[in-house]
């Protein structure tokens, strides 16, 4: 029998790629894309990592029966979700240790 509180599948690594949506599986989420735009306009990644909220697996049945519970989601799409959030968490620490020291810098050494 299967643990019910493990995922139905294994998942999969998430990919590093932007995809579209298509009939078969579903793109990537709002985190990849912010992610990219992010190198361009860098308080995306502070949007992406605290307030673009993962989109939970749902499940239906009673979690303390084992033969109850049944996954209505896709559980590889909160995985990525997390994934992508997780890689925004990162580049949005590292760009306030590089963004703000240059912008103190640059205001202090350009001449008045």
Not at 19 to 24: H, I, L, P, V
Not at 66 to 94: G, L, M, N
Not at 105 to 112: G, M, S
């Amino acid at each position: 029998m299967r643990d019910p509180r493990k995922p139905p599948k294994k998942l999969k690594d998430t990919e590093w790629g932007l995809r579209f949506a298509s009939e078969d599986e579903a793109g990537s989420p709002p985190h990849a894309w912010l992610f990219f735009i992010g190198f361009v306009l860098f308080p995306l990644w502070w949007v992406a990592a605290l307030c673009i909220p993962v989109p939970r697996t749902r499940t239906a049945g009673d979690a303390s029966l084992e033969k109850a519970v049944t996954v209505i989601d896709d559980p590889q799409i909160e995985h990525d979700a997390k994934s992508w959030r997780f890689r925004c968490r990162v580049v949005a620490v590292v760009s306030l240790l590089t963004y703000i020291p240059f912008i103190v810098l640059v205001a202090i050494f350009v001449p008045k």
